[in-house]
């Protein structure tokens, strides 16, 4: 009698049935249904002017820095997974506490912008969900440094985590200052994206 082929039993804590391309397809689907939002969001102004276009530049600076936001968040989760051979349990549910963090970045956007700005709690809003993405982030490159045996790729996402829990401090203070001065909370909220862009231009990202 010939013996049946049995598929192949994954270790402890490694999913079965879901690839790394399938698993990545699916939180950039995400992200880019995040960012179509956002765009679908931005105010046109009610007269043709150049006055009621610069009326509404708090707007269009927080779709900037929000883009901006969602945009690294896509890199860097690009960088983790790049970095990994096979997918896990606790890199999966992880993976999924960030994305749903994320997907609230249009709504706190939207409801930030009907004010231009300028009330406070939509503004602390804005920055409490921010501090909740750099938060995930710390997580999900904790356990990705976990995830791998490679002493190089372990202490790279170690330093990114640090890095974001950094910008969690930096989302923090910007959430105080908008209980008081909702529109100088922009200029902390885009010293994350504007960091990150520049640590990518001087430092050459993983392969």
């Not at 001065?181 to 200029?187: D, G, I, R, T």
């Amino acid at each position: 009698m010939r013996d049946i082929e049995r598929p192949p039993v994954p270790a402890a804590g490694e999913m079965a049935g879901i690839g790394k391309n399938r698993f990545e397809a699916f939180s950039d689907g995400v992200i880019a249904i995040i960012l179509t939002i956002m765009v679908l969001d931005l105010k046109v102004p009610k007269e043709p002017t150049l006055d009621a276009l610069v009326s509404l530049w708090p707007v269009y600076v927080a779709y900037a820095l929000s883009y901006g936001n969602v945009f690294f968040v896509w890199l860097n989760h690009h960088d983790i997974f790049a970095s990994l051979e096979k997918i896990n349990r606790r890199l999966l549910l992880s993976n999924g506490v960030l994305l749903f963090v994320v997907s609230l970045v249009p709504f706190a956007t939207a409801f930030a912008s009907e004010s231009h700005w300028t009330a406070p709690l939509p503004v602390v809003a804005y920055g409490m969900v921010m501090v909740g993405v750099s938060l995930a982030f710390v997580r999900l490159r904790v356990i990705a440094s976990q995830s791998t045996s490679d002493a190089q790729v372990q202490a790279h996402h170690r330093l990114e985590a640090r890095i974001s829990g950094w910008f969690a401090v930096t989302f923090l203070v910007g959430t105080a200052c908008a209980a008081f001065l909702p529109q100088s909370a922009l200029l902390l909220y885009a010293a994350a994206p504007v960091a990150r862009a520049l640590r990518r231009s001087f430092i050459r990202p993983r392969d």
